[in-house]
């Protein structure tokens, strides 16, 4: 069973405007949410990652938002870039699995000239 | 330093042929993962090791799939009579503390 849920599944956005892809998570205890980044014929990458105790963080243009009660995360792309054109994925590990990452299904972002 | 390597980048095999597939982990890193990544779809986890613990496999799809790892070095993933569902890109990822860095992949088809 899916236990994290992705949104939208594809997504064109101008140049300089914003993405934004949502993730929500049921049943299990998760301590950790990362946000990978892969383009195509590549590994995916960490693109930048959250704890729960935190409800927000900013690395540069990329911010994710955290809501404990909702159990939702999400990952904001400011000013998006032609450059930032690849397949997002949201993550949540589990308190009681610390090696079985749960990912979502993936966001392919397309961010146009 | 070096990333993850995997080898080989591409295998084309035929149903029923026993596959191998080798992840060499960055040096260093105490935890090793395995994953499988259908065509436009998230990752599904296969099986962890870490350190000299005894591996997680509970991601494992069947019987045909193991995975070996020799201390804290190269692991082998072997899928023993490949079907055709087994087609998708093998992932290998390690890591020594949170973050998992990934290697580029191979990529499994079976005629």
């Known amino acids: 069973q899916q236990q994290v849920k992705q949104s939208p599944q594809s997504l064109i956005v101008q140049k300089g405007g914003i993405s934004i892809i949502n993730c929500a998570y049921e049943n299990t205890a998760f301590d950790y949410f990362p946000w990978y980044q892969q383009f195509p014929g590549k590994g995916p990458a960490l693109l930048i990652a959250?704890?729960?105790?935190?409800s927000e963080k900013k690395e540069g243009r990329f911010t994710i938002s955290f809501n404990k009660s909702a159990k939702q995360f999400s990952l904001h792309i400011m000013d998006s870039q032609p450059g930032d054109s690849a397949t997002y994925f949201c993550?949540?590990?589990?308190?009681?699995?610390?090696?079985?990452?749960?990912f979502g299904a993936g966001t392919q972002v397309v961010v146009t000239p | 330093g070096a990333g993850v390597s995997q080898s080989p980048s591409n295998k084309v095999t035929e149903k029923g042929k026993d596959v191998e597939l080798r992840c060499d982990p960055i040096?260093?890193?105490?935890?090793l993962y395995w994953y499988r990544q259908r065509l436009g779809q998230g990752l599904e986890f296969l099986i962890y090791f870490q350190g000299n613990s005894a591996p997680d496999k509970s991601g494992l799809p069947s019987d045909r799939f193991s995975a070996e790892r020799t201390g804290e070095s190269v692991s082998t993933l072997t899928i023993q009579r490949t079907q055709q569902e087994d087609s998708a890109v093998y992932l290998c990822?390690?890591?020594?503390?949170?973050?998992?860095?990934f290697g580029p992949g191979t990529r499994l088809t079976v005629l």
């Open positions: 959250i704890r729960p105790d935190v």
């Open positions: 040096s260093g890193h105490t935890a």
């Open positions: 993550a949540a590990r589990p308190t009681d699995s610390w090696g079985k990452l749960q």
């Open positions: 990822a390690s890591s020594k503390s949170d973050t998992q860095y």
